[in-house]
């Protein structure tokens, strides 16, 4: 049985440029699921700036000095033989000074 919950994860998350963004999911399964990570639903490539972290139960995307090509729609897919779940954050990267732009829309 494939079995996740999400935590730490919010619909809609901002963030100041040049600081380090972490998303952490918290998912269960047996066996294992496989775990993918996608931006704008395309795979994320863990190089230079973007890590992944996985203790336990716990998956950590970090992002190091985020810039506004930072960003858009983050999705975690986990799956095994018994199935697959999905989670999704959006987050907006804005500069010292300047309103997030899902706030302007409030």
């Known amino acids: 049985m494939l079995s996740s919950s999400y935590r730490e994860i919010k619909l809609l998350s901002s963030c100041q440029s ?9 998912i269960s399964g047996d066996p294992s699921p496989e775990i993918s990570w996608l931006k704008n639903d395309q795979p994320v ?5 973007y890590h992944m972290e996985v203790k ?14 930072d960003s858009g729609r ?33």
């Open 74 to 106: 983050y999705g975690i897919f986990v799956k095994n033989k018994y199935g697959s779940e999905t989670g999704q954050v959006t987050i907006s990267v804005f500069k010292h000074g300047e309103e997030p732009k899902e706030l302007k829309k409030m």
């Open 45 to 49: 490539s863990f190089l230079d700036r």
């Open 18 to 26: 040049k600081q380090t963004l972490c998303l952490t999911c918290v």
């Open 56 to 69: 336990g139960t716990e998956v950590t995307i970090t992002i190091e000095k985020v810039t506004s090509e």
